[in-house]
């Protein structure tokens, strides 16, 4: 069975500054694909990055950067110079199983400070 | 570029009453997910489509069914409705299961149950 796991609910960055919003994960699988989203107030949910387990590099997208440790089974979500439009709920998640379907972790809400 | 839509985006029904939440995903898209993103909560897989087969299922309720119809556009039937059925039901789609494609999400349709 696939497990997210986010242990921080709430994050605090202050704009500009550099910030990390942690994910672990949990799978018996060889392949897997590791996913960050954006969900704002509005409720869409916002693709940022991808790292799929075969990855040697670290993902990167803009600001956006995915710290893969594979050993750790870590996947932290890297945000440079945060932006008051950052201020979202963040989920990980993994996409596995038998249909390849997303389990989601349980989220972090990041609110950006001017 | 065309994105996954979903209709209504917005539904108010009382409990015991039926509804029922359409998905048309991206062109060329083969594979439909469902999920469930209850207030405060990570969102959950319903059950998903491939070519117009029932793929996986994960925590649907038996009260609920799907299906994806010959265009691949799929409808999610909820019927004696609760008041914890009131969440926001995404749809995903992707070119195929693989488990490194991204799954593109739409809108969500936010369903209320008075």
């Known amino acids: 069975a696939q497990k997210i796991t986010q242990t921080q609910p709430g994050m605090f960055v202050q704009e500009k500054e550099a910030v990390t919003l942690d994910c672990t994960y949990d799978t018996s699988d060889q392949s897997y694909g590791l996913f960050w989203y954006k969900q704002p107030s509005s409720g869409e949910m916002i693709f940022l990055i991808y790292q799929g387990s075969y990855d040697e590099q670290n993902a990167t997208e803009g600001r956006y950067s995915l710290n893969f440790q594979k050993a750790r089974k870590s996947a932290n979500l890297v945000i440079s110079a945060s932006q008051l439009g950052d201020s979202a709920m963040y989920f990980c998640?993994?996409?596995?199983?038998?249909?390849?379907?997303?389990?989601f972790g349980t989220g972090t809400s990041l609110t950006v400070i001017p | 570029a065309a994105g996954v839509i979903q209709s209504p985006r917005h539904l108010i029904k009382e409990k015991r009453e039926t509804a029922t939440l359409k998905c048309y995903p991206i062109p060329r898209h083969d594979t439909v997910y469902w999920y469930q993103q209850g207030p405060g909560q990570d969102p959950q897989f319903l059950i998903s489509?491939?070519?117009?087969?029932?793929?996986d299922k994960g925590s649907i309720p038996d009260r609920f069914s799907a299906q994806q119809f010959s265009d691949y556009h799929s409808e999610l039937n909820m019927s004696s409705l609760e008041l914890g059925d009131s969440a926001l039901y995404f749809c995903a789609s992707s070119a195929d299961r693989g488990t490194y494609n991204e799954q593109f999400f739409g809108p969500g349709t936010r369903l209320t149950v008075l």
């Open positions: 998640a993994m996409r596995g199983g038998t249909g390849n379907q997303f389990y």
């Open positions: 489509f491939y070519e117009k087969m029932q793929s």
